[in-house]
């Protein structure tokens, strides 16, 4: 008992100091932060002028392995990589570690669960012609596409989500995932590239706290 109530004054005071001084420190750098986000560690940010990240209110963003279950492989990294870029977070979604890359548009929905170590990515990062590869950087050569993640969605742990991609409200990506095309919206997908193996029926039910929902039923995909 007396070690279970440390640990919680040690994460009180923990919260506190993260929201003391990450918060405000992301907000200087032009971050925009809604209402009652809590940051558990340290992210990485780089927002590049001209582009944009926003985070809606009740979001918890985890950059420290005590505070999630899985644990992650880094802090959360949130950069824009161009001029115009955006990355928009939805209210109440949760995000463990992982990594959101921006050259486009990346918007994730409301109520979503993103899992530790997830990667999504608008952009090839690199020309896929290969003269000069490594030495170009023309914008104009380098792919890239929105991503949208529409509400309520859950994501697993190390799943990809690459350029072009939208995932449909209430879906469900398996972990280890790659999702190179789009998943319509109350499915199951799975796999490498990942393919959707269930459709979810159910009706939606408002949950304990703002913004939480639960879907239940499934059936095979056909």
């Known amino acids: 008992m007396k070690d279970q109530l440390i640990q919680r004054l040690l994460f009180r005071l923990k919260q506190t100091w993260w929201n003391l001084t990450v918060i405000p420190s992301l907000c200087s750098s032009g971050v925009e932060i809604s209402e009652k986000v809590r940051i558990q560690g340290k992210p990485i940010v780089s927002l590049v002028k001209g582009s944009r990240i926003q985070i809606g209110a009740r979001c918890v963003l985890c950059s420290d392995s005590q505070f999630t279950a899985l644990g992650i492989n880094h802090p959360i990294v949130m950069r824009t990589l161009r001029k115009g870029a955006e990355i928009v977070i939805g209210e109440d979604t ?104 269930k459709r979810i029926r159910g009706t939606l039910k408002r949950s304990v706290g703002p913004g939480e929902l639960s879907i239940s039923g499934l059936i095979p995909a056909r």
């Open 94 to 197: 949760g995000i463990s570690g992982g990594s959101i890359c921006a050259a486009n548009s990346i918007r994730i929905g409301a109520g979503c669960l993103i899992g530790a170590n997830v990667t999504l990515a608008d952009t090839d990062f690199h020309a896929i012609n290969p003269v000069n590869r490594r030495y170009n950087n023309n914008l104009n050569e380098i792919a890239m596409d929105p991503i949208v993640i529409e509400d309520n969605v859950f994501i697993g742990s190390n799943v990809f989500v690459l350029k072009g991609v939208t995932i449909g409200k209430n879906s469900v990506i398996g972990a280890g995932s790659v999702v190179t095309h789009d998943v319509p919206e109350n499915s199951v997908a799975v796999g490498n590239p990942a393919r959707v193996v």
